[in-house]
């Protein structure tokens, strides 16, 4: 599978050491430079929690409580820093508005569901819109309300963790972006069909059922984001 980061060689090496250490975090495992960046400087994407965290608003002990996050959620590194000692990483929840900061200590890099712990931002967009695809295949489709489902050609771009844009044409031409965040179906672009938030979706038996705006899809997990 095409992994899709912008890191140095030794990136790599902290992902395997990653996939075999697997629960080691930031404070117990740093090398001073790659863990701290935020993904535009090649860190890790994600973090998984370990053990309750508590978001506040500023990198301080002292700081306002904003949210409380449970053992393994999922959250976006934004960056880290040191402060009187303690490193503090900003994160953001996948679904959820809120941003803020929390203890790097109870932070690990988040394994995708590929088993890859991604580095760097997530290039499958711009591959997808340049036509560098990794997979294509055909998948059931609907594009109004109403319609009974016909076959669309889909194509993926991988972005590793279980990151990929996927673009559906239908008949007539007009396609849709479909964009995955750590294996989860997160929005499509906007188009005169709509906004590409309005939508509901399920993974079940190896299937994605999606509906964004007034169109549904059923995309294969295999053609989604695995290689």
């Given at each position: 599978m095409r992994v899709a980061t912008q890191c140095l060689v030794?990136?790599?090496a902290l992902v395997l050491a990653f996939a075999t250490v697997g629960t080691i975090s930031i404070a117990q495992y740093d090398n001073g430079v790659a863990l701290r960046n935020a993904p535009e400087d090649g860190g890790p994407r994600?973090?998984?929690?370990?053990?309750?965290?508590?978001?506040?608003?500023?990198?301080?002990?002292?700081?306002?409580?904003?949210?409380?996050?449970?053992?393994?959620?999922?959250?976006s590194n934004r960056g880290c820093k040191t402060i009187a000692g303690q490193t503090w990483c900003e994160i953001r929840p996948l679904?959820?508005?809120?941003?803020?900061?929390?203890?790097?200590?109870?932070?690990?890099p988040a394994q995708g569901p590929d088993g890859v712990v991604p580095l760097g931002l997530d290039d499958s967009k711009r591959r997808a819109r340049a036509r560098d695809f990794d997979s294509r295949g055909k998948i059931p489709c609907a594009q109004v309300q109403g319609q009974v489902?016909?076959?669309?050609?889909?194509?993926?771009?991988l972005g590793g963790g279980g990151d990929a844009t996927v673009v559906v044409t239908f008949a007539n031409g007009f396609a849709r972006e479909l964009y995955f965040v750590h294996g989860e179906f997160m929005r499509a672009n906007a188009t005169m069909s709509g906004v590409g938030t309005?939508?509901?979706?399920?993974?079940?038996n190896g299937t994605y059922f999606i509906r964004v705006d007034d169109q549904r899809f059923e995309l294969p997990e295999s053609l989604a984001w695995t290689d």
């Open positions: 030794f990136g790599f994600r973090w998984q929690v370990v053990g309750e965290l508590t978001v506040t608003d500023r990198p301080s002990i002292d700081a306002d409580v904003i949210g409380i996050l449970p053992d393994g959620a999922i959250v679904r959820e508005r809120m941003q803020g900061f929390a203890q790097a200590k109870l932070l690990r489902m016909g076959i669309c050609n889909a194509a993926t771009a309005d939508l509901d979706w399920r993974l079940e």
